[in-house]
């Protein structure tokens, strides 16, 4: 059974980096669509960003994220990241990785083997 693990999150001021980190055990990432979500308070989970398994070659993001988040992977190390600059407090939530089983790139419901969450908070 896979089991996704994020980490890397913690307390920033806006305008800092933070880099997250989601480690797969029990199976191997290479051959997975991966995405990153996130949830505020009182908010549904979004999409963030996702990248495919052939080396990363595709990438999508989500709009207010463009420019500042960019998502990789090593596929070496079963790891995918998440390296967010440039953060805002609006970017504040619980940041979750997960395995893309559907077709959309963007739908929580296209996502399996969701991992345990890293929360990210940015001051104003």
């Known amino acids: 059974q896979v089991q996704l693990v994020e980490s890397g999150g913690g307390l920033v001021q806006a305008g800092g980096s933070l880099r997250l980190s989601c480690a797969a055990s029990?199976?191997?990432?290479?051959?997975?669509?991966m995405g990153w979500f996130r949830q505020a308070p009182g908010k549904e989970r979004e999409f963030v960003a996702a990248?495919?398994?052939?080396?990363?070659?595709?990438?999508v993001y989500t709009d207010s994220v463009k420019g500042r988040f960019t998502i990789s992977r090593d596929n070496a190390k079963n790891t995918v990241y998440l390296q967010m600059n440039s953060l805002r407090p609006e970017d504040t939530a619980v940041y979750y990785c997960?395995?893309?089983?559907?077709?959309?790139?963007?739908?929580?419901?296209?996502?399996?083997?969701w991992g345990q969450g890293t929360q990210v908070t940015v001051s104003s």
């Open positions: 990248i495919s398994w052939s080396g990363g070659a595709y990438t």
């Open positions: 997960a395995t893309k089983y559907g077709r959309s790139w963007i739908e929580t419901s296209s996502y399996i083997g």
């Open positions: 029990g199976h191997t990432l290479s051959a997975a669509d």
